[in-house]
């Protein structure tokens, strides 16, 4: 497994931006795949973004694809979510996983987890 500690939530208006990170260590950050997934109160965790292992591909939900963006970065062992034009549904707590090389959507395909940060968008 891999150790992940998410930074950078926070509470920010409609329309705003956030840029949430995530710093791994462990297991060899160059060959997993990284994601974001929230999860809001009384709903479940839900696929956000996902970046795969040498960065050649990415996905996005529906409800944030063209808002959003993932990264990663080799040297600092680190994966960045860019969030734009945020709405109030954005409001989660956000978590920072990873596995080994390729891109699923799936939560229970993930085994290790940060503990979340949460975002706050108020209207």
Not at 29 to 34: N, V
Not at 46 to 61: D, K, L, M, Q, R
Not at 69 to 82: C, Q
Request: glycine share 10%; hydrophobic share 35%; charged share 20%.
């Amino acid at each position: 497994q891999v150790q992940l500690a998410e930074s950078g939530g926070g509470l920010v208006q409609a329309g705003g931006s956030l840029r949430l990170s995530c710093a791994a260590s462990g297991r060899t950050f160059f060959t997993d795949a990284m994601g974001w997934f929230r999860q809001a109160p009384g709903k479940e965790r839900e696929f956000v973004a996902a970046i795969s292992w040498n960065g050649g591909s990415t996905n996005y939900a529906d409800s944030v694809k063209g808002r959003f963006t993932i990264s990663r970065d080799y040297a600092k062992n680190s994966v960045t979510l860019h969030m734009n034009s945020l709405k109030p549904e954005d409001t989660a707590v956000y978590y920072c996983a990873a596995r080994p090389y390729t891109i699923t959507t799936l939560p229970r395909d993930f085994d290790s987890w940060g503990q979340g940060t949460q975002v706050t968008v108020s209207s």
